[in-house]
């Protein structure tokens, strides 16, 4: 069969990867791709929210299932308009995706459901948001333990964690008067922030049957110590010892079930990838947050110890037919994910520079780069993005997997390349 990857960052050369290793798939196109897409599979030269023409290359090439990777086509309704032409998609459909498209929608169903979360007030504009804060909080200066979001889609980077009331204030200000991120500043919400441990737990469904995957972990802070803005995610691995086996039948049971089965209730039954980015709390887990497709760069380190066929998970998610199949098989090995990033990320940066020593990662064993803002000119690997590779590596243990990916980020080079150096390190220390 053919398949068709939506999409163009790490998470999509990451499924593109591993779909393209299925004995079920003779070819993988990726639209529109990145240099280590075009490297891997074939890249398509049409826009990811270009739907009309997606669906024409799809008819025309006898594309078996479309695969979305990223959450923009998902908001705007992409698996509905396929839905409609009578061709096979993996992801939920506009209504379910509101689950990230509008952390108002995703909180709400999350108190209705009694899933344990977060405190939370929904606000419409700047005034009444900083007057709430204002009121609450007497000391400028003092611990303000409130965490600031901006409602609609905003690439990982749409959430503000504040620790006096003068960055609360600031917070308020970017999102909502200067609008920073847009109209996903439309509406905010102002959170009481969680301590603990970030976990995050990836599951599939039909919409009855949930399969539920390894737990990992990714680094959102720019910096070393989780310091800095926060951005896309600067690394992650899988899996997590944040998350023990009981945390994770508890969660299965009051996190990911109850938040199927009340989608349903609504009417708006869930298919695809539900991802739950959890605070290990010492009142036990809490949702920070849904998403609605693979983590980036959870995906990557996640897709390396993937052992089963992804092409039959995916299609019994879209057949409805996920009790059918066999438990998934796991490599046992920990591995871990890097992310290389541009000089200025996550706020402005240079693109157009030339990337070398790829080819002899290439060459490194249990050593995968997957691609994120990256092109392909003249035979030319260059940046493309703010995130710009993730770099995975697999090993025995925590410490080897790590060992590995730096290894492997010493060798690649371009003008301002810089990284998180503590990825994984939690783990780690954990274990020591």
Known sequence: MKILVIGSGGREHALAWKISQSPRVDQVFVAPGNAGTARDVENIAIAETDFEQL??????????ITVVGPEAPLSAGIVDVFEKEGLKIFGPNQEAAQMESSKVYCKDLLRKADIPTADYQVFHDAESASHFVQNRYADDAGDVPLVIKADGLAAGKGVVVCHNKIEAIEAIDQIARQKVFGEAGSQILIEERLDGEEASVLAITDGKTIVTLPAAQDHKPAFDGDKGPNTGGMGAYCPTPSVSDEQMNWIEEHVLVPTVHSMKIEGCRFKGLLYAGLMMTRQGPKVLE?????????????????????????????????DQIEPLQWDTRPSICVVMASEGYPGSYKKGLEISGLDEVEKMEDVKVFHAGTKLVNGKVLTNGGRVLGVTATGNSVSAAKLLAYTA????????????????????????
């Not at 760069?297 to 998610?317: G, H, N």
């Open 55 to 64: 669906i024409e290359f799809v008819k025309k090439n006898d594309v078996s």
């Open 290 to 322: 849904y998403n609605v497709r693979f983590g980036d760069p959870e995906c990557q380190p996640l897709l390396t110890r993937l052992k089963s066929d992804i092409v039959d998970l995916i299609e019994a998610t879209i057949d409805g037919t996920l």
């Open 409 to 432: 980020v010493q060798k690649i080079r371009w003008p301002g390349v810089w990284c998180r150096k503590d990825i994984a390190d939690k783990a780690i220390y954990q274990k020591s």
